[in-house]
């Protein structure tokens, strides 16, 4: 589908571990954009109970389908996880160097999810 590259990157802090997942056509269509993809993938990778605060949160970064096109103010990324303020989503939207290079990876959003117990480059 044009604009996206129909993988995401998810990234295991807890297992050391990070591995390709496919994104679906359907799945892309029906949620446009990186706060819709990024709900999608919230509601996924976030276990209903989980602590705000505590690894089962998910911190996903999601590039914009137009990332990489000639339109200007294209590059922008949204970030989305389970919001310590209101337990529901939290979402917020940025424009840099990131969404290009993301998209440059071969992906249209990274996951990160668990914890670490020794700091991780």
Do not use: H
């Amino acid at each position: 589908m044009f604009g996206y590259n129909g993988k995401l990157l998810l990234v295991n802090l807890t297992t050391q571990e990070s591995y390709w997942e496919p994104l679906s056509d359907t799945v892309l269509r029906d949620f446009i954009g990186g706060i819709g993809l990024g709900t999608y993938l919230l509601y996924n990778y976030c276990p209903t109970n989980a602590e705000p605060l505590g690894p089962d949160n998910p911190l996903i970064f999601i590039a914009s389908p137009l990332v990489g096109s000639r339109l200007t103010t294209s590059s922008k990324f949204a970030v989305v996880t389970k919001s310590p303020l209101t337990g529901f989503i939290g979402d917020s939207l940025s424009s840099s160097f990131l969404a290009l290079e993301l998209k440059k990876t071969g992906c249209d959003a990274l996951v990160i999810i668990g914890k670490s117990t020794f700091p991780t480059l």
